[in-house]
T-cell receptor, first 113, second 116 residues
Framework: AQSVSQHNHHVILSEAASLELGCNYS??????LFWYVQYPGQHLQLLLK??????LVKGIKGFEAEFIKSKFSFNLRKPSVQWSDTAEYFC???????????FGGGTRLMVKP | EAGVTQFPSHSVIEKGQTVTLRCDPI?????LYWYRRVMGKEIKFLLH????????ESGMPNNRFLAERTGGTYSTLKVQPAELEDSGVYFC??????????????FGPGTRLTVL
């Protein structure tokens, strides 16, 4: 069975600080990896995804993530956060068992202006 | 284009009552998924429809939960009778079937269910 672990439940940063959110997954086969974001009062939306190829993927709003296969990790990064990045972030994987997504527990990010 | 919609946005019921949640997927999306997030836990998969057929219902917690998708359009998720541990946010998602290995899922706003 696949599982996803997000290391930080809550993160508080000041504007312009750099962000890195950790994500590790457990699955023996080929995986597709995702980061979703839920802004206050809004739907879950896709930030970025990795299927294959360049392990450094760029998403919307200046976010990027790096897939490190040997570490089973897919950490999310942003060099300089803004107040508008305040949201909950979810790492998710999809293995070859079907189309279902397996999510991590989420990380609530608060950016202080 | 309208996104995935869910109704109601909030529901408060008493233990033992019945609740029905509805999801309208994006038009033309054959795949429909239900997920649930119990307070403080991760979002968990419940089941997956392809058109009107249940493709995967491995995440359904027990037989108090019944999902339907008659006609392959909207879907309902009924909880009968509801228990306290059913409280949480129920998300619906839909995706096209483009023949790819994975097709992006678009999520609805969720229904927050509180069982008292």
């Amino acid at each position: 069975a696949q599982s996803v672990s997000q290391h930080n439940h809550h993160v508080i940063l000041s504007e312009a600080a750099s962000l890195e959110l950790g994500c590790n997954y457990s699955y023996g086969g080929t995986v597709n990896l995702f980061w979703y974001v839920q802004y206050p009062g809004q739907h879950l939306q896709l930030l970025l995804k990795y299927f294959s190829g360049d392990p450094l993927v760029k998403g919307i709003k200046g976010f990027e993530a790096e897939f490190i296969k040997s570490k089973f990790s897919f950490n999310l990064r942003k060099p300089s956060v803004q107040w508008s990045d305040t949201a909950e972030y979810f790492c998710a994987v999809n293995g070859d068992a079907g189309n279902m997504l397996t999510f991590g527990g989420g990380t609530r990010l608060m950016v202080k202006p | 284009e309208a996104g995935v919609t869910q109704f109601p946005s909030h529901s408060v019921i008493e233990k033992g009552q019945t609740v029905t949640l509805r999801c309208d997927p994006i038009s033309g999306h054959d795949n429909l998924y239900w997920y649930r997030r119990v307070m403080g836990k991760e979002i968990k998969f419940l089941l997956h429809f392809v058109k009107e057929s249940k493709q995967d219902e491995s995440g359904m917690p027990n037989n108090r939960f019944l999902a339907e998708r008659t006609g392959g359009t909207y879907s309902t998720l009924k909880v009968q009778p509801a228990e306290l541990e059913d409280s949480g946010v129920y998300f619906c998602a839909s995706s096209q079937d483009l023949g790819a290995v994975y097709n992006e899922q678009f999520f609805g706003p969720g229904t927050r269910l509180t069982v008292l």
